[in-house]
């Protein structure tokens, strides 16, 4: 005779047209369900024969009734194998939820998926438990998602919208304590490098320099932003204003401060004799620069802690606080930026 297939909450679910999660919270007597709804989840998951799980308590086995797996979505503008902090962060999640007995499932959203909003094939495939979204997609897209589909968290990314969760580095404080720092060197005349309409994170990181140069009482005018790539994330030339230099460039990113410094080099500037120059990240794949680059540094253990956190409270139906949650760093102080 042949095993009886196990039934999972998103089966239940799907049959009331529900989300998983109140399916959960019904059959774990949580608030948020009302009476009826919280009835007929338990007649009908007793009829299909669902087994209750005895532990719902963090660290206990929470994939009995699922896949236990979980989507990482990354759309590939942002990822390639050899050079991509996303495949970085990616193997801190991936090491993270399977310490919590989870596996996770990596899929690439291409351009044209992403345009054409067709949902990622690990949810029409039901692969997944849940699913976290690394790196920026369009609200058009997070909407098509959405509709379908309530299990998802974004990371390193947020949006105007309150109904999603989401995980992201605390951009906007960390730039705005790293500026200070440059301005506390001597330097009056900053410049930012990044496309501010890239990202959430770049266009925070821009908000946080800007504070600094307010509060300095220096000149900033958002025109003077360089961009370092174009609207698909793509990285191009950076044009440097080479009859105006400033003395110092906050760089959104270190990849992109490493391609800075390149580019100085060829134009006759050294760093930081003539020009100092800071990234974000603390991370650059190939060694590309001969210089010590003053950084942010954000550890990805937290990042990935308060994201597995995150997606598998709200999978298992437990209270969880809902919103934006940040991360925040620390300067890490090398030999890019010279004290004027």
């Not at 963090?58 to 009995?64: I, N, Q, R």
Request: glycine share 6%.
């Amino acid at each position: 005779m042949d095993q009886k297939k196990k039934v999972r909450l998103s089966d239940i679910a799907e049959k009331l047209n529900i989300s998983a999660v109140t399916v959960s919270k019904a059959l774990s007597n949580k608030d948020g369900v009302g009476d009826d709804l919280r009835k007929q989840i338990k007649d009908l998951a007793y009829e299909m024969g669902y087994q209750t799980k005895k532990d719902t308590t963090p660290g206990s086995d929470d994939t009995e009734s699922g896949t236990g797996n979980i989507g990482i979505l990354i759309p590939n503008k942002f990822f390639t194998m050899t050079n991509s902090y996303y495949w970085y962060l990616f193997n801190f999640i991936s090491q993270e939820l399977l310490n919590r007995k989870y596996y996770s499932i990596m899929e690439l959203l291409t351009n044209e998926d992403e345009e054409n909003l067709n949902l990622p094939h690990m949810l029409n495939d039901k692969k997944v438990d849940g699913v976290i979204i690394l790196g920026q997609v369009s609200n058009a897209y997070l909407e098509a998602i959405h509709s379908h589909y309530d299990n998802f968290i974004l990371l390193d990314f947020y949006t105007n919208s309150m109904y999603y969760d989401s995980v992201s580095d605390d951009n906007y404080y960390c730039s705005y304590m790293m500026t200070n720092y440059v301005i506390s060197q001597g330097h009056k005349k900053l410049r930012f490098v990044g496309n501010i309409g890239a990202t959430s994170s770049i266009q925070d990181r821009y908000m946080g320099f800007q504070k600094a140069m307010i509060e300095n009482k220096l000149s900033s005018d958002i025109t003077e932003a360089i961009n370092d790539r174009n609207e698909k994330g793509l990285d191009i030339e950076l044009q440097l204003p080479l009859e105006d230099m400033p003395t110092a460039f906050i760089c959104n990113c270190d990849e992109t401060a490493a391609r800075l410094i390149k580019t100085l080099n060829e134009k006759g500037f050294k760093v930081p004799e003539d020009i100092s120059v800071t990234g974000f990240d603390n991370y650059l794949t190939q060694n590309t620069i001969d210089i010590g680059l003053t950084t942010v540094f954000i550890k990805p253990e937290n990042t990935a802690k308060v994201a597995s956190d995150l997606i598998l409270n709200k999978i298992n139906g437990r209270d969880y606080i809902k919103g934006r949650h940040l991360i925040s760093g620390n300067l890490i102080i090398r030999d890019s930026v010279k004290k004027l």
